[in-house]
């Protein structure tokens, strides 16, 4: 199994208030992703990185923030928490010139 | 842009049932298709990738192949076990600026009973 932990598993926070997750990896793989998983949307990406400091947009980013300050922590922000961002939340690694993504074991996050 | 679409679910089988979930793509380029696997309270594993046309993966029995001509990539097992019970999702990568942007379809949960 890829070397990737997510923490925390479980968070159940107000809406307004901040929210950090973090991905951690052991592989030193160059590009991380952070996914969101809801029912009848598989997953979507909301933003990745491919280096230290370079990250950029996905498909779902409105309302998310990250940044990635060393090769292995790749941190989620949700500045002002709201319910339509309560989900499951999961990273995911690759290394140059794979094309296989290996994914973490999520984060479920309740935005009451 | 790139899309996926996958077979409605649930799907219920019984034991050493013939399974297919299909899954249709709209894509720009020549992109790789994978199906992932999602156990219960687990993360995405990959189950099989092809990476051209007319390419077969395969892994733990179950195969699908890269049509390009009906831009589909079904998965299809001879015989299921209960164990296969989990949700199954078929993707397909776009790379930009070197970093694989997966595109997932929405998802099909299958139930396997005894």
């Known amino acids: 199994d890829a070397g990737i932990t997510q923490s925390p598993r479980h968070k159940v926070t107000e809406t307004g208030t901040p929210v950090t997750l973090r991905c951690h990896q052991t592989?030193?793989?160059?590009?991380m992703y952070w996914y969101r998983q809801d029912p009848g949307h598989g997953l979507r990406l909301i933003h990745y990185?491919?280096?230290?400091?370079?990250?950029d947009k996905g498909e779902v980013s409105d309302g998310y923030s990250v940044s990635r300050s060393k090769t292995e922590d790749f941190l989620l922000t949700l500045e002002s928490a709201t319910s339509s961002q309560t989900s499951v939340y999961f990273c995911?690694?690759?290394?140059?010139?794979?094309?296989?993504?290996?994914f973490g074991p999520g984060t479920r996050l309740t935005v009451l | 842009g790139n899309s996926v679409t996958q077979m409605e679910g649930p799907v219920t089988l019984s034991e050493e049932a013939f399974l297919t979930i299909n899954c249709t793509y709209t894509?720009?380029?020549?992109?790789?298709l994978f199906w992932y696997v999602q156990y219960p309270g687990e993360g995405l594993q990959l189950l099989l990738k092809?990476?051209?046309?007319?390419d077969k993966g395969s892994n733990k029995g179950f195969e699908a192949t890269y049509r390009k001509e009906t831009t589909s990539f079904h998965l299809e097992k001879g015989s299921v076990q209960v164990s296969d019970s989990a949700v199954y999702f078929c993707?397909?990568?776009?790379?930009?600026?070197?970093?694989?942007?997966?595109?997932f379809g929405q998802g099909t949960r299958l139930t396997i009973n005894p």
């Open positions: 995911a690694i690759t290394g140059v010139y794979q094309d296989t993504q290996y």
């Open positions: 592989e030193n793989h160059r590009y």
């Open positions: 990185s491919y280096g230290v400091k370079d990250t």
């Open positions: 894509a720009t380029g020549y992109p790789s």
């Open positions: 092809a990476t051209k046309a007319d």
């Open positions: 993707a397909l990568s776009g790379a930009f600026q070197g970093a694989q942007k997966l595109v």
